[in-house]
Every structure is written in structure tokens, then in C-alpha cells.
């Protein structure tokens, strides 16, 4: 599993779209408390869609599947189909040493059918669940708070807490105050 923040807008262009909607001199805060203060207790939270941010992500097919639930998000997703390459073929561990070596013989079948000319077309549906992909996804603040306290949940799969986690992590302290409570 891997993680990276490619993107993240600052509470600037929170900020810019708030001032449209409330007068800031009535306020009586600035910045992040006075964003805090407008979405979070006047639940005005779409205004959290004036920002976003952008991560790449490496983990299994389970977290790809539980995250594209999330339909308010942009996916970019490496393609199995036209790039299957006997060096890319990695799953991911799931910490039970019967699954994982069973994977490990499941990946030598795979290899087998790649040897043998089959095609990607075919071969990528044999690819379970913890076939590691790479993909893209960009989310908006708001669209951020949904998921965030659906994915780091303690019922959520352990996987996607993980990198749920770690797109958390990644987003600057502020920004993280605002997407998750």
C-alpha cells in the first residue's frame, strides 16, 4: 500500500467562496475558524467543495472497489487489461500466512497463462481481490468528509482504513480539521 498526495487546495479558495455567501467584517473570525464556524456549526458545508485534492494510490482491488462506492470523487485507474506485465503482478498481504501463500500459488497460475500467449484480456480476469492497483482520486472537502468517517470507521475493511489513513495523514493539519471530525 502506498499513498502519495499529488494536489491539495488551500483554505483560500474555502475562503473566496464563503465571502460570497457571509459578510467576513460579521463574522468576528478569520480564516479557518471562521470556515469551521460556517460550515460545521451553520452547516453551510458546501462550501467545502470550493477545494479539493488529488492523491495517487497503490493498494489491492478491495480498496479500489470500497473507495469508486464513493461516487462524488474522480478516478484515474491504471488499466489491467492493456498493461499486465509478469513484473506487475503484486497482491497485496493480508497479514493470514495460508491466504497470502495461497495468493502467492494463485500468482504462479496467472504467470503460467501469460507464458503460454494468453492474452491480458483474458488472463486480467483471473486477478482477485488483492491484485494491487495504481489509480488517481480527486475529491472535493466536502465529498472528503463522507468519506472519511465511513472509511476510517472501525467496521470499515482494515485495508481501506489503512489507506484512508494515510490520504488523512497526507493532507495538511488544516485541511484535516476540516474533512474529519
Not at 503460454?116 to 491484485?131: C, F, I, R, W
Request: with cysteine; net charge neutral.
Amino acid at each position: 500500500m502506498k499513498v502519495e498526495l499529488l494536489r491539495c487546495d488551500t483554505i483560500e479558495n474555502i475562503d473566496s467562496g464563503l465571502s460570497q455567501c457571509y459578510d467576513q467584517s460579521k463574522q468576528g473570525v478569520d480564516g479557518i475558524n471562521r470556515i469551521k464556524k460556517v460550515c460545521n456549526v451553520y452547516k453551510h458545508d458546501s462550501l467545502l467543495e470550493f477545494g479539493s485534492a488529488t492523491w495517487e494510490v497503490t493498494a489491492s482491488t478491495k480498496v479500489l472497489l470500497e473507495m469508486t462506492r464513493h461516487r462524488m470523487a474522480s478516478y484515474a485507474c491504471k488499466s489491467s487489461r492493456y498493461t499486465l506485465d509478469k513484473g506487475e503482478i503484486v497482491f497485496e498481504p493480508t497479514g493470514d500466512k495460508e491466504i497470502d501463500t495461497t495468493l502467492e500459488e494463485f500468482r504462479h497460475k496467472i504467470l503460467e497463462q501469460i507464458d503460454l500467449g494468453k492474452k491480458n484480456d483474458t488472463v486480467s480476469l483471473m486477478l482477485p481481490q488483492a491484485y494491487q492497483y495504481r489509480w488517481q482520486v480527486q475529491m472535493n472537502f466536502r465529498s472528503m468528509k463522507n468519506y472519511f468517517n465511513l472509511r476510517l470507521h472501525r467496521t470499515a475493511h482494515f485495508q481501506i482504513r489503512e489507506v484512508s489513513q494515510a490520504m488523512l495523514d497526507a493532507l495538511p493539519k488544516e485541511i484535516q480539521e476540516l474533512v474529519y471530525a
